[in-house]
């Protein structure tokens, strides 16, 4: 029934290592996003797909690589994780880029 | 820069004590201002969208209004149940979401 759903839920690893999260909705939307929420709550974007291809991509680490295999499906992948990149990362979704975005529950990684 | 604004940064209600949150704006071009509202441990839930000046949207016991600088939250006899962190977000002309740090309301019964 979930309609944006992220896994896993929490994340503790050392830093160094290389970690995915995985994002899948079933709203039949087409536009996907990738948030980072830190310490502060504050919400900000770092990537979005329309139709698997990339839109939007902030000023991220080249760490971070998003990779969309189809419309409902969004992944993040993070290599060598660093202290700061602690935080919450949410994924969104929506119909297209100027329609209201649904998110999912967030993954909280924590780095040792 | 754009840059959304929010305020309070945490409000304290009793239980029927109406109130309003504030969320200002200094963008480049704006497309669409969103209100979430999101619970602890939780994702953003949609609750608004408006996209000129004057438009007002309403559900429940929330009502929100746009101006040319600045919507406001209106919240009339809260609910314990209407404790939350309320986000404004700003959609510029890229598309891209740019959100406020939200304002913490507390309602006490």
């Known amino acids: 029934d979930t309609a944006v759903s992220q896994t896993p839920k929490y994340l503790v690893t050392q830093m160094g290592n290389d970690k995915s999260i995985k994002c899948e909705q079933n709203l039949g939307h087409d536009t996907m996003y990738w948030y980072k929420q830190d310490s502060k709550k504050f919400l900000k974007i770092m990537f979005s797909y329309n139709n698997k291809e990339l839109i939007i991509n902030e000023t991220v680490p080249n760490r971070f690589s998003p990779k969309s295999p189809d419309k409902a499906h969004l992944n993040l992948h993070i290599n060598s994780l660093e202290l700061g990149d602690s935080a919450v990362y949410f994924c969104a979704s929506s119909k297209d880029p100027n329609q209201p975005q649904h998110f999912g529950d967030g993954t909280r990684l924590s780095i040792l | 820069e754009d840059q959304v604004t929010q305020s309070p940064e945490a409000l304290r209600l009793q239980e029927g004590e109406s109130s309003s949150l504030n969320c200002s704006y200094t963008v480049s071009g704006l497309r669409g201002l969103f209100w979430y509202r999101q619970d602890p441990g939780k994702g953003p839930e949609f609750l608004f969208t408006?996209?000129?000046a004057g438009e007002e949207k309403e559900k429940e016991r929330l009502k929100a209004t746009l101006t040319k600088k600045e919507s406001f939250l209106h919240i009339t006899a809260p609910k314990p149940e209407d404790s939350a962190t309320y986000l404004c977000a700003v959609q510029v002309f890229t598309n891209k979401l740019i959100f406020g740090t939200g304002t913490l309301l507390a309602v006490q019964p």
């Open positions: 408006l996209y000129s």
